[in-house]
């Protein structure tokens, strides 16, 4: 029996099209995830386009990488180059000394979390479950502040001065409604998430444009 959370998710499809997903090799979501930092989507797959035409996107491929190409295309992804830069040297270090962290992300969550805290950018409710997710297959539910803000109006979990609590809050209300599947999970992450970015915003939501107002609590209450 389809859920509440389910019919959402199908309306934002709906509303949005077919949006990408993360990448799924662990490598190369580690790279987007240092990419997507301060960045745009456009700014960050233009960098991501950068290294791929170089040859750049598996680990011993980025250590060999000319430094000039590495830092032009990853200057594509906007500011804070040099600490881009950084966070991949050190990333690659991590997955040339531990060639099983793609197969451990896929192996039990506690072992895949504590390998992933090796990595720059992973800790927290956003990144490391985003690798736990889309590259180790496991059905959880990444929650950043736009997957939070989303879902708080809609009525799963409850807000807490402590993001880490609003995070496991609105995964556990979620995890009420998702099935097991980790299609679904990639659903709700990615649709979730667009529609944070594009329409649920925190200042100025347009909810005369959003096709889940007659479901949303904070829309009534506005």
Not at 24 to 44: N, P
Not at 93 to 104: A, G, K, Y
């Amino acid at each position: 029996m389809s859920s509440r959370l389910d019919s959402l998710v199908r309306k934002l499809q709906k509303q949005y099209g077919a949006l990408p997903e993360p990448p799924s090799d662990a490598f190369v979501l580690f790279v987007w995830e240092i990419l997507s930092h301060h960045s745009t989507s456009k700014k960050r797959d233009a960098a991501l386009h950068g290294l791929k035409r170089y040859g750049a996107l598996t680990p011993d491929s980025m250590w060999h990488a000319s430094p000039a190409k590495l830092a032009a295309s990853v200057a594509l992804a906007g500011p804070y180059r040099d600490q881009r830069l950084l966070a991949l040297r050190k990333g690659v270090d991590v997955f040339r000394q531990n060639s099983e962290l793609p197969s451990t992300i896929k192996g039990p969550v506690p072992a895949a979390v504590r390998a992933l805290k090796e990595l720059p950018k992973m800790t927290g409710d956003s990144g490391a479950y985003r690798m736990l997710l889309f590259a180790g297959d496991h059905a959880v539910l990444p929650v950043d502040a736009r997957v939070a803000r989303v879902a708080t109006r809609l009525g799963y979990g409850e807000k807490a001065a402590d993001f880490t609590k609003t995070a496991r809050s609105v995964r556990q209300a979620a995890a009420a409604e998702l099935s097991d599947s980790v299609d679904a999970y990639r659903g709700a992450y990615v649709y979730l998430d667009h529609h944070g970015a594009a329409t649920c915003t925190e200042s100025d939501p347009h909810c005369a444009d959003c096709p889940l107002r007659a479901d949303c609590r904070y829309f009534k209450r506005r």
